[in-house]
């Protein structure tokens, strides 16, 4: 059968269906028909009228039952039809008494489609019909009824088919079986050949359907021709029916080396994994490869046929001398030089006793020929290659073509590892065409289209940042309002990498802070960011880019905007100097690996970065100990529970911001308040109230009733490895710091600066101190 091809299904073709009666002339079972001789026939329902010269045989299912069954009377035929193209064929208005042959599930279905009475008159099994003869409904050849497989049913039909061994895939199987002439009388350009008789030179999709139908009818074949629509393959690129045809071909043994091909499969990376089972799969029943083609367009098959006998001459001689001609003129010569000159010396006297062949080389053979081409004759390239990357139905073509070209040649696959990916729908999950309309154009979607109308240009890094966010295992959606929803997320990472910039302006790198000397919450600021970065690169090595997607966005809008940018805005703005240095080691520790880990994703905001980054670029990498951040974890999640409790309270108007309140803690574990303690007077930066972002936080030793009930907003956070902490939050205590705008009872106390709180008059009374120390060195 013809190679490989690609179908798109309409599901509205319409088909000139017709049932047809074929005569039996003899049961090779005694007594099975004799009776109704010669007046019986063989019925069998076909969508392809024009197939029936190419009929070989009519298969029956042998495990279905079958009945003889008399025609007794013409009802009203025609108001059966229920308003459908119909025609009662010839034979039913005929005065001759008429048997046929049908699958005896389907005996009353066809009185009512035929529109006539049927009257059962014997039945037995399928297997009983083997080997009967009937008179072919062209030529008048005997044949065969032969037994099929599970394709013959009685969903539809007669429960016989007829088999046209050169025009099917289950026909051409059970020919093979019974050893039946593969005929195929159609041409390259979809017309009878000559042997097809009188149907000869007519299109088997007009003119000649059309006649076999009329002949059938003229002979009294016909019983039933009416319209059918149904499912048919169509040609993906002019939208024209499809015909399926026999042809002669070239095929590549693969059983000398398939155990070969399948060790060496089982030694390559899958990616994904599920991959190696459909390789396995479709290697493993593999024996012989189609190698040839009947296309105009493509490498030729460099064979030559005698004119006479038909017999191919293909020799290492002749093969050597074309491929000479090749690598000096290129393929095409074959298609333009004269056969004398294509041969080689020795039989150009005999020149005209053959003609050169036509048939090109499956382009599968072509591109799984690649790594021969290109990594073993290139400097700088080496084989087996790092990694094959195609789209899923790829397991059939290019990655089996590959390896089994590399097996045969080599003894070795010719990759390392296979990334294989589906394919990209558009918004609504439909597969692009140009005919629907519905093309996303990648390069408008980078630079905008022409007009104010279309969509704007989002940019390269934009289109990186959705490739790596989808997992590409599968097929994806991509449009405008995915990619707009992208460029929301491509502006929050770049506003991290400016608020990392920004914020390190002023810095250099003998400000480095010691990790020992680190706060806690930027020991665990760090420990995030070492875990985070190592579960990049774990994904970028396992190529799981929407991983890597998912880790950015969650550590950039939750670990680091919503948390610890949030805390360090404090420090930075009117911290003091330690605790503003210690934040900027942190930060600065952030954007050095932060750009490295997009800069394969997102290279044109990595290189921004990277340009104006300020300082040396060789920091070293900090090794978190999981000790130091084991109760900052527990803190953070106890920190979410405040926020609650906090918007509660804004919501009942009691507070606005949240540096307006003071949250109270009661626990019974002695043990956390310890560690509550410890942690709020380790330093300022790791202070419970910078943490939660509120004024004022008091651990209470014990808690009573009337405390309770005197706080309007509380709640409880529930841990294990702390016991209940109960929370509460109201109005902070004392003034507002006009600097910091943290209430605190010490605004007022200064008299030089009554507006400020204890933190803020130191910061600015070393800053007025500064000028001066330094006029005295």
């Not at 990498?497 to 390190?504: E, H, I, S």
């Amino acid at each position: 059968m013809n190679g490989l091809y690609l179908f798109q299904y309409s599901e509205n073709h319409i088909s000139r269906s017709i049932y047809a009666a074929f005569k039996i002339t003899n049961s090779s079972n005694p007594g099975l028909l004799d009776e109704f001789l010669p007046n019986v026939r063989l019925v069998i329902w076909t969508t392809t009228p024009w197939t029936i010269p190419a009929n070989a045989a009519v298969a029956v299912n042998p495990e279905l039952s079958y009945a003889v069954v008399e025609v007794q009377s013409v009802l009203e035929s025609e108001s059966a039809s229920g308003g459908k193209l119909r025609k009662v064929g010839n034979i039913l208005n005929s005065e001759n008494k008429l048997f046929v042959v049908v699958a005896s599930d389907l005996v009353s279905t066809l009185e009512t489609k035929w529109g006539v009475k049927l009257v059962v008159q014997k039945s037995f099994p399928g297997s009983a019909l083997e080997h009967c003869r009937y008179i072919h409904p062209v030529n008048d050849n005997e044949c065969s009824v032969v037994l099929g497989g599970d394709y013959i049913t009685t969903e539809s039909g007669t429960g016989l088919v007829h088999t046209a061994p050169g025009h099917g895939q289950e026909d051409y199987q059970t020919g093979l079986k019974y050893g039946l002439p593969i005929i195929s009388p159609v041409d390259d350009d979809g017309n009878f050949t000559a042997e097809a008789g009188q149907f000869s030179g007519l299109s088997v999709l007009g003119a000649g359907n059309a006649a076999v139908v009329k002949y059938l009818d003229e002979q009294h074949l016909l019983i039933l021709e009416e319209s059918y629509k149904h499912k048919y393959p169509y040609d993906w690129r002019s939208k024209e029916p499809t015909i399926f045809r026999a042809t002669e071909q070239w095929f590549a043994s693969v059983d000398g080396f398939r155990n070969a091909a399948m060790d060496a499969i089982g030694r390559v990376t899958w990616v994904p994994p599920q991959g190696e089972n459909r390789i396995v799969a479709m290697t493993s029943s593999r024996s012989d490869w189609c190698i040839s083609r009947q296309r105009t367009w493509g490498v030729p098959i460099p064979v030559f046929y005698h004119v006479d006998s038909q017999e191919p001459l293909i020799t290492e001689e002749t093969i050597e001398h074309i491929k000479a001609i090749v690598s000096k003129k290129g393929s095409d010569a074959w298609w333009y030089m004269t056969t004398e000159e294509l041969l080689p010396e020795k039989y150009r006297d005999k020149a005209s006793e053959y003609r050169k062949g036509t048939d090109t080389m499956d382009v599968w053979f072509d591109s799984g020929s690649s790594w021969a081409a290109v990594l073993a004759k290139r400097d700088g390239l080496n084989l087996p290659a790092d990694i094959y990357l195609e789209g899923s139905d790829q397991h059939r073509g290019w990655f089996q073509s590959s390896l089994l070209t590399s097996i045969a040649t080599t003894g070795k696959a010719p990759y390392r590892s296979v990334i294989t990916h589906g394919f990209v729908l558009d918004e609504k999950g439909f597969k692009m065409s140009k005919s629907l309309g519905n093309v996303v154009d990648p390069e408008k979607m980078i630079v905008g289209g022409k007009n104010q109308k279309e969509e704007p240009g989002y940019g390269a890094d934009v289109l990186r940042l959705w490739v790596s966010s989808v997992d590409y295992a599968g097929d994806v959606l991509i449009g405008p309002q995915i990619l707009r929803q992208m460029s929301d997320m491509y502006r929050k990472l770049r506003g991290t990498m400016r608020f990392l910039l920004a914020n390190l302006h002023d810095w250099k790198p003998e400000n480095y802070v010691a990790y020992n000397d680190l706060p806690k919450i930027d020991k665990y600021a760090l420990f995030q960011l070492e875990n985070v970065v190592a579960s990049m690169m774990d994904s970028y090595e396992n190529y799981q880019f929407y991983k890597i997607y998912q880790m950015l966005q969650r550590f950039a809008i939750v670990d680091l905007s919503n948390f610890y940018f949030d805390v360090a805005k404090d420090r930075l703005y009117v911290g003091v100097s330690f605790t503003r240095k210690s934040c900027q080691t942190v930060l600065n520790a952030h954007l050095l690996y932060l750009v490295r880990a997009i800069a394969p994703i997102m290279p044109h905001l990595a290189e921004d970065v990277w340009q104006i980054y300020p300082f040396k670029k060789n920091e070293e990498w900090l090794s978190v100990p999981k000790d130091d951040v084991d109760f900052m974890s527990i803190i953070l999640e106890l920190r979410s529970e405040v926020n609650k409790i906090l918007e509660n309270a804004r919501t009942g108007k009691l507070i606005g911001s949240s540096l307006d309140a003071k949250v109270y803690l009661h626990t019974e574990s002695t043990e956390t308040v310890s560690k509550l303690k410890e942690l709020s007077s380790s330093n300022d930066a790791d202070a419970l109230h910078r943490l939660f972002i509120t004024s004022q936080v008091e651990v209470l030793p014990s808690l009573n009733e009337e405390t309770k009930s005197s706080i309007s907003y509380t709640g409880k956070f529930s841990d294990p490895r702390t016991g209940d902490i109960w929370i509460g939050v109201t109005r902070a205590d004392g003034a507002k710091c006009e600097r910091c705008w943290n209430y605190t009872l010490e605004v007022g106390s200064f008299h030089d600066h009554p507006t400020l709180c204890a933190r803020c008059y130191g910061v600015i009374d070393l800053q007025l101190q500064q000028p001066a120390a330094a006029a005295v060195s």
